[in-house]
């Protein structure tokens, strides 16, 4: 017989269930999805439902045969760990690839853990790290947007470029100034072409203004709070200009940080999972500054272009130690007197 666990009193029957609060997210995921079959046409919808679908029948075989449990496949967990994963890949990544990606996700970084509730690392972060270590050639073979060249996009006849941030980089490496290498992309440079996610990247994370439109639209529905993104892009905001104002010759201004690399899809819909992320708002500050600062230092002096996936798992690590140490305040607590 299965137990019932509750938490002290008082107690306050809600509306909201888990699968409400999913599916808000993925309805919130929506126009970034839009805009990404806008720029990059077949490639994103194809990535995408492989990527879905791959990840409920993964969960249902795991859960049904490896749980012992039954199915949850209508909680919309599983859409939301196989939306995310799309928006972490190319819009021309190989089948094959997209179902171990998926895989992963689902084997490895959930039901390894006991299925929805138990996992310590983002699912969809687990997968796409994966994928990006084990095929980095095909995880950074970037598409154009179909803005940039003409006709609706196919998937596997694209033409490939370089990310913002990768030619950052590169250009760096190579020992340019910031003003060279911004002046021989070839693709809009500007912040408003940028902020409408006219510019190669993950299928999810190039246009800024939908995701910004899924936040206001969680936010209102109180499905996340606003400490997490908040922390993530201050904290990566103010080290990015504390580097920009000492050399704006070597190091991009916060708002390129901000606008590119997946920054705020990661600020947005990744570090706020439910499940890998701290209970208390102090947690949650914490967590989110660790976030930002440990992205753009990534981005900044390691081998990696973008830091947001590897600076995500890296603080899901340290959850546990936030909720020991930083535990929501209690009702009917008797406070302390000096």
């Known amino acids: 017989m299965n137990k019932l666990i509750v938490s ?47 990840c409920l029948i993964f969960e249902y075989v795991f859960t049904r045969f490896l749980l012992k449990k039954e199915p949850t496949l209508k909680d919309g967990s599983a859409i939301i760990t196989g939306m995310l994963l799309a ?35 983002n699912p969809a972060l687990v ?58 992309i070839e693709m809009p440079t500007d912040y408003l072409q940028l902020f409408l996610g006219n510019m190669s990247g993950s299928i999810g994370e190039i246009s800024a203004a939908a995701l910004l439109i899924g936040l206001v639209y969680m936010l209102m529905k109180k499905i996340i709070t606003w400490h997490i993104p908040v922390a993530v892009l201050g904290s990566a905001s103010i080290l990015s200009g504390i580097m920009w104002l000492a050399d704006s010759n070597l190091y991009a201004d916060p708002v390129f940080h901000i606008l590119t690399g997946g920054m705020l899809l990661g600020a947005i819909f990744m570090a706020t999972d439910y499940v890998s992320s701290p209970m208390s708002t102090t947690g949650m500050l914490i967590f989110g500054a660790g976030i930002g600062l440990l ?30 140490y ?11 007197t000096v």
């Open 326 to 336: 930083f535990k929501p305040k209690r009702f009917g607590e008797k406070l302390k």
């Open 127 to 184: 997968g796409r790290v994966f994928l990006l270590i084990s095929f980095p050639v095909q995880m950074t073979n970037w598409p154009k947007p179909v803005a940039l060249t003409t006709g609706f996009s196919a998937y596997t006849d694209v033409t490939s470029g370089a990310t913002p941030l990768g030619l950052l980089k590169e250009g760096l490496r190579n020992k340019e100034s910031l003003d060279s290498i911004m002046s021989h």
């Open 8 to 54: 002290p009193s008082p107690h306050q029957l809600g509306t909201n269930s888990v699968s409400k609060l999913m599916y808000g997210v993925i309805i919130a995921m929506l126009p970034a999805l839009f805009v990404s079959i806008f720029y990059f046409g077949l490639g994103a919808i194809v990535v995408t439902l492989t990527s879905v679908l791959s």
């Open 295 to 324: 992205t753009i230092v990534i981005r900044l002096f390691g081998a990696f272009p973008e830091g947001m996936s590897f600076a995500i798992l890296i603080m899901n690590a340290i959850v546990p130690i936030l909720n020991k």
């Open 87 to 121: 928006f972490n890949l190319p819009s021309n990544l190989p089948i094959w690839i997209i179902i171990i990606g998926a895989l992963v996700a689902i084997g490895v970084g959930k039901v390894s853990f006991g299925g929805l509730g138990n996992n310590i690392f």
